[in-house]
């Protein structure tokens, strides 16, 4: 089939949980309001997620009660199937190795969509990195030819390149990785996870996008009905993306990752509900949901102190932060 243009209703639908309100301006997905440090505007724009109550809120631990270290920010990029993606490691001023938290974007998402996550635990004395897909934006290639998994074969690179401990990652424990994902960059993280048990110590997920193969049978009733291209709010997907995801079940990969989980969701989240990372909780092994009262998908204002509080926590019991 040649190219097509479908409603903002059935992109909601299908790539909803990809992040369709990135693509048509709504709502960001890993970028804009979901992927940074809350601003004054946000609270003056009401763009500000409601404040969650304290009762809803375990283990939550704020990051400026911990001890902070300088860092810097080094450019390195990673190869994945012979093609360079840009990357930026943040190393704090500790000489000994780090462990490392690798920062998956969203759909069509942005090296820069989670750089206020990398920079605060790099505060906190982490490596972080942040990098931007093969073909996963319109600053990094043909849209058309990226898919859930093309992004999963790009995280194993950038695991792979960690774990080496060498050219550009020396400041990096290659035995203490943790990946952190939002949205379409979440589910990204889980199947990378899940093949790569051994590798990864733990999974910080932020509203992950486990419903893409739900959601596009919901727009398609068979994959031959798939378009060779769909353009969204001036981009465009290819049909890679469906036949990637199209017998794909998420839920049947999260048994095979048996370290410790932590999932962040709003509780009216419209992209992503929060019933499939209540899900994704009792079928992982061993997983933890904090909820943030409100929050829809993407976290600003309060709800991102309160995601960034419940992530700090998280790395504190798995052993990559000191209490």
Excluded: K
């Excluded at 990652?169 to 952190?180: G, H, K, N, T």
């Excluded at 049978?217 to 291209?229: A, G, I, M, N, R």
């Excluded at 465009?236 to 993306?241: A, D, E, N, V």
């Amino acid at each position: 089939m040649s190219a097509s243009t479908i409603s903002r209703r059935a992109v909601i639908a299908v790539l909803g949980t990809a992040g369709a309100g990135a693509i048509l301006s709504a709502a960001a997905c890993g970028h804009g309001s979901s992927g940074r440090a809350p601003t004054a505007a946000d609270s003056a724009t009401g763009v500000a997620s409601p404040t969650p109550p304290a009762s809803n809120a375990p283990d939550v631990v704020d990051p400026a009660d911990l001890p902070s270290y300088d860092y810097e920010g080094r450019d390195l990029a990673v190869i994945s199937q012979g093609e360079a993606m840009a990357g930026r490691l943040y190393v704090p001023a500790i000489a000994d190795p780090v462990p490392l938290i690798i920062c998956s974007h969203g759909l069509v998402g942005s090296i820069h969509d989670l750089d206020s996550v990398a920079q605060t635990l790099a505060g906190l004395g982490l490596a972080s990195y942040c990098f931007a897909f093969r073909n996963g934006g319109p600053e990094a290639g043909d849209t058309t030819r990226m898919s859930v998994m093309t992004e999963v074969a790009d995280l194993e690179a950038v695991v792979a390149a960690a774990r080496s401990a060498a050219d550009g990652w020396e400041a990096v424990d290659p035995r203490r990785i943790v990946l952190q994902g939002v949205s379409q960059g979440g589910t990204v993280s889980t199947i990378t996870a899940a093949r790569h048990p051994e590798e990864i110590a733990g999974l910080a997920l932020w509203y992950p996008a486990f419903s893409i193969t739900e959601d596009l049978h919901h727009v398609f009733t068979s994959l031959d009905e798939v378009p060779q291209s769909v353009t969204l709010g001036g981009y465009s997907l290819g049909r890679i993306y469906a036949e990637d995801m199209w017998d794909y079940d998420v839920y049947a990969d999260m048994g095979r990752y048996p370290s410790p989980v932590l999932i962040v969701h709003g509780t009216a989240d419209p992209t992503a509900p929060i019933s499939y990372s209540e899900r994704a909780v009792r079928t992982f092994p061993d997983a933890e949901l904090v909820t943030i009262d409100g929050a829809g998908h993407g976290f600003s204002g309060q709800a991102w102190d309160r995601a960034m509080g419940g992530t700090t926590a998280y790395l504190q019991r798995i052993g990559m932060l000191d209490d």
